[in-house]
């Protein structure tokens, strides 16, 4: 079955502009994460999504940072004003439940100019 | 804080050998444990996962882990290596339950012919 996909694979940003980051989790699955892993470094949590609730942003570097899921499946992850340090590779992952395995995806690679 | 270390940032290994990656953890309880690979462009894949019971694990693709407790470490093993190991291994750990994973910053292996 179809995994977890994310659209754009790159994107690259000048400072100052908006981007929005788009994930389509497995169907079914009710958990949707967002990491960032910045360029040889380990992914860091960002957000948690359970169906459309945001549960957990604690993450979130910035309030430049927001993320929604508004009908409980596709996510987009919006980062306004973007700053030379957002550059890194955005991955989405999703699970049936919180306690799941986390699928990921093959991430975005954002580069701010 | 919890914390995942992985002292390691690059081990090479001859095809056929066998492979050892190391990693440490800081947490007051039982942790999940989990080790993820990623290739080149891929998203992260799940190789094994520890929650409780049996503290040796074993995963896909031939790999196995041992939790121990009084070491806090959780190594990831593999009797022969095959050239298409080559990845970078990123050992993770679920502090209360399987979401908000914390990674270490990974283990680039090389396999040389």
């Known amino acids: 079955g179809a995994g977890v996909s994310q659209s754009p694979r790159y994107k690259v940003a000048k400072r100052g502009q908006d981007v929005a980051l788009r994930c389509d989790p497995i169907?079914?699955?009710?958990?949707l994460f967002w990491y960032q892993q910045a360029l040889g470094q380990g992914p860091e949590f960002l957000t948690y999504f359970q169906n459309e609730a945001q549960l957990d942003k604690s993450g979130l570097p910035s309030d430049r940072f927001f993320a929604e899921r508004p009908e409980g499946s596709v996510s987009t992850l919006k980062i306004q004003r973007t700053q030379q340090e957002d550059s890194a590779v955005y991955l989405c992952?999703?699970?049936?439940?919180?306690?799941?395995?986390?699928?990921f995806g093959p991430g975005t690679r954002l580069l701010v100019l | 804080a919890q914390s995942v270390t992985q002292p390691d940032i690059h081990i090479t290994v001859s095809e056929g050998a066998s492979l050892e990656l190391r990693c440490n953890y800081s947490?007051?309880?039982?942790?999940?444990l989990f080790w993820y690979v990623q290739s080149p462009g891929q998203g992260l894949q799940l190789l094994l996962k520890y929650f409780s019971g049996d503290t040796l694990v074993q995963g896909i693709k031939g790999f196995e882990a041992e939790f121990k407790r009084s070491q806090s470490s959780f190594n990831l093993r593999k009797p022969s290596v095959h050239w298409s190991d080559a990845a970078e291994y990123f050992c993770a750990v679920g502090p209360d339950s399987s979401y908000k994973l914390i990674f270490g910053s990974g283990t680039r292996l090389l396999v040389r012919p």
């Open positions: 169907s079914g699955h009710v958990s």
């Open positions: 992952a999703s699970s049936l439940g919180n306690q799941e395995t986390q699928y």
């Open positions: 947490y007051g309880a039982t942790p999940y």
